[in-house]
């Protein structure tokens, strides 16, 4: 329906794209804002970034009805999230608090409209792919260097981000937060979970070209990248690093495995050995560690188990549609059920909140979004024999799965700075895994 909308106001329009300079290099543009994003996502407010968002989708929707030929392509997954945009829709109508809800609103279709909007320039700009993760991975890096140098710097705490009441003087971290705003260690490093695998996608990408040199500093860079997240303090972020970790073993297994057997089994172990090494003897990292097992005993644990249970009680009553979208909807809807002292912005948990927010209907749609999405990148990735689309397509869905299984224990998810490198992710895999829709 929206192409043949697209390809009327294109015939109409096709003089003024034939002779308007503005328009033939309205790509170009797109390209520039696309980067924009992710450079300022390291210093300026989310509304500054989300301003740049809005820029990107109005240049997109400039193109699709000017540019002969332009069109939306729809794949499986696609309709899976149209299904939770019109079921978040219907749960904005039914908000007891319209106005909070539709601010939450206008931010998911600022999300989703980049998605769409990035997926349709890399359909025509498939090489440029390489340079947009090289862009997200040069962003984590300057971060994990920033990051890297506060610890030695000593930065104290802008608020209340450990109990260190049960803590001995050498035990209590300090934690890093970089320049993201607003500046918390646990932005930070859910920042590190998206786009860390950019990291070690652009150095195996540059290793295939027989660029060793750069793909060894590529490597180095995703290495520091890595000391920095444990340096957040961000107990959610390790277990995404391990899931980082974890999936590029899996897909290295496919071309080490056979021939270099021992080698693989080398560097798997190694890893494993320092990263057991450093918790043992740095006794700060110990301590976050061990936190996270200490389960009541932790006030942060404590404060989560709160959320989550108030949380399911307002799904309970509010299961069909929800309460409506948005932090600021959640949270006055939540002074409602919450235990006394024990305020929060949010559920803490991904599926959580977009069950109590838009009901169990849209929790289905976003779950078959993203198991279709992660089914059929798998299935690409055990059968493809295009190395560098691999190397691609595997960076895009771990990123994909660490920051889903991050957002299980956390709420910075839902920041501008995560929020556009997941739909990128997104919108990359979709570029790479047309061919293997087609043929299927």
Not at 414 to 422: A, G, L, Y
Request: with cysteine.
């Amino acid at each position: 329906m929206f192409n043949k909308l697209f390809e009327f106001s294109q015939e109409k329009l096709n003089y003024l794209y034939e002779n308007s300079l503005f328009l033939q290099n309205i790509d170009k543009l797109i390209f520039i804002s696309i980067i924009a994003i992710f450079i300022t996502s390291t210093f300026l407010s989310s509304d500054v970034i989300g301003f740049l968002a809005l820029i990107t989708i109005f240049l997109t929707i400039v193109k699709l009805l000017t540019h002969k030929g332009a069109g939306i392509d729809v794949k499986t997954y696609d309709i899976w999230l149209l299904a939770y945009f019109m079921i978040v829709v219907i749960s904005l109508f039914g908000s007891t608090l319209f106005y909070l809800s539709f601010k939450g609103f206008l931010k998911t279709v600022t999300y989703l409209g980049f998605y769409v909007s990035i997926a349709n320039y890399l359909k025509d700009h498939k090489n440029h792919i390489p340079y947009i993760l090289g862009t997200i991975g040069l962003c984590v890096s300057f971060e994990s260097i920033i990051g890297f140098m506060q610890n030695f710097a000593q930065v104290s705490e802008i608020s209340t981000w450990q109990d260190v009441s049960k803590l001995n003087p050498e035990e209590v971290m300090t934690r890093v937060y970089g320049t993201l705003k607003p500046l918390n260690p646990n932005l930070l490093g859910g920042y590190f979970v998206a786009g860390i695998p950019s990291l070690f996608a652009v150095s195996a990408y540059q290793f295939c070209g027989k660029f060793y040199k750069s793909a060894l500093v590529w490597g180095g860079l995703g290495v520091l990248a890595c000391i920095t997240l444990f340096l957040t303090g961000c107990r959610g972020s390790y277990i995404g690093l391990m899931v980082i970790l974890a999936g590029i073993f899996a897909v290295s297994a496919k071309y080490l495995w056979q021939n270099y057997k021992k080698i693989y089994l080398s560097i798997i172990g190694a890893c494993f050995a320092i990263m057991t090494f450093a918790i043992l003897c740095v006794s700060s990292l110990r301590a976050r560690v061990l936190s996270i097992f200490a389960m009541r005993q932790d006030s942060s644990n404590s404060f989560r188990f709160n959320v989550y249970h108030s949380s399911i009680e307002m799904f309970k009553d509010n299961w069909l549609l929800g309460i409506g979208i948005g932090n600021q909807n959640f949270r006055e809807i939540y002074g409602l059920y919450m235990k006394t002292g024990f305020d929060a912005l949010s559920a803490y948990n991904i599926f959580l909140e977009i069950a109590v927010e838009s009901g169990i209907f849209a929790l289905i749609a976003f779950l078959g979004f993203l198991i279709t999405l992660i089914k059929d990148a798998v299935k690409f990735i055990i059968k493809s024999a295009d190395t560098k689309r691999v190397i691609l397509v595997s960076a895009v869905i771990i990123s994909i799965c660490a920051v889903m299984i991050h957002g299980m224990v956390d709420t910075v998810f839902f920041r501008p700075q995560i929020q556009f490198v997941f739909w990128t992710m997104a919108a990359i895999a979709k570029t790479e895994l047309k061919q293997l829709e087609q043929s299927v």
